[in-house]
């Protein structure tokens, strides 16, 4: 086994991995061994077969659809041979120095279930580190502030900015850092989730089962925003509904009884309103592909509540397991 398995997950976000394997392939090192797998999504559009050929030293994988982030994880890592795994997203730019951190200090702590660093935007600015675990508490924008002003004193100390290594609640699935034991402990990526909260579950997880989710602050990954999720208003209304959906999936696995009776309402009810409203505009400004969106939003989640109560299941339909089920 060699210490450090990438595990990228790619759907036609071509230019940003190539920069990304660029800087993987341009690493020299004597510190750490790793190897960089490559999972395709299906992209369908005949480029895969040219990046094999640019990089003969990255392992590609195809996978047998758009399965979703979650699902081109595990298929990244059964294909592993790692004692270490890295989930980066194609549109980050990684450095030997932020891997070798990363693989220490999970190394030398194995209680951290999941280890992090700062991720910086183009213009190195930090991307927010302090993140708590949605609940009712934080399920909208005034209940938010007003958890954040009760607990202010305590977000003070815990992310102090003294602090090299911090404890948020969760990490963004850009750069995610486990041992492959960890990731055996609560199998893998939860797959009900197609697009988005994915990471937010992992962490949930490993927490539930006694571990920690610590974020480096003296090494740091350079993360471009955007990627296959903005290539048109059809995939960016799609992406941005999944964002809705997979709201409905964390509550359904992470909250019980009567507060997850209330929170699912509370969702449905103020979700079905905004978007209703955001309709309204796009049907008035058609001719605003920022506020046409709205349209196809709309439309794909009230077809999403449809299945929802027909199928008995929050599960995203694009899910592999929601699949499997039918």
């Not at 929170?263 to 001719?287: A, C, H, N, P």
């Amino acid at each position: 086994m060699i210490d450090v398995s990438i595990v990228i997950v790619n759907y036609k976000s071509w230019n940003a991995l190539s920069e990304c394997l660029e800087a993987l392939s341009n690493i020299e090192n004597t510190r750490f061994s790793m190897e960089t797998i490559v999972v395709d999504n299906c992209s369908g559009d005949e480029k895969l077969d040219a990046f094999k050929i640019q990089f003969p030293k990255i392992k590609f994988v195809e996978n047998s659809g758009n399965n979703g982030f979650a699902n081109g994880c595990n298929v990244g890592a059964n294909s592993s041979t790692g004692k270490f795994l890295l989930f980066l997203n194609p549109d980050t730019v990684a450095n030997e120095a932020a891997i070798y951190e990363l693989w220490q200090t999970a190394k030398n702590n194995p209680d951290f279930g999941i280890a992090t660093c700062s991720q910086i935007d183009g213009q190195e600015k930090k991307y927010k580190e302090v993140r708590f675990f949605p609940s009712l508490k934080t399920l909208f924008g005034p209940f938010r502030a007003l958890q954040k002003f009760l607990i202010k004193n305590k977000i003070k100390s815990d992310f102090s900015s003294d602090k090299n290594i911090i404890f948020p609640d969760w990490a963004t699935g850009a750069v995610i850092f486990m041992s492959k034991n960890w990731f055996e402990k609560i199998n893998g990526w939860n797959e009900k989730y197609w697009l988005y909260f994915e990471d937010v579950d992992i962490c949930k997880r490993i927490i539930d089962v006694g571990g920690k989710v610590a974020l480096i602050r003296n090494v740091s990954i350079l993360h471009k925003h955007g990627g296959a999720s903005r290539i048109n208003i059809k995939t960016k209304a799609l992406t941005k509904t999944e964002v809705l959906i997979s709201q409905h999936v964390f509550f359904n696995d992470h909250s019980k009884g009567f507060q997850q009776f209330i929170i699912q309402f509370l969702l449905v009810f103020s979700l079905i309103i905004e978007k209703f409203l955001m309709l309204i505009l796009g049907l008035i400004f058609f001719f605003v592909p920022k506020l046409k969106v709205n349209i196809l939003i709309f439309k794909n989640l009230m077809s999403y509540y449809f299945s929802a109560l027909a199928n008995k299941t929050w599960t995203s339909p694009r899910a592999t397991i929601y699949k499997k089920q039918k």
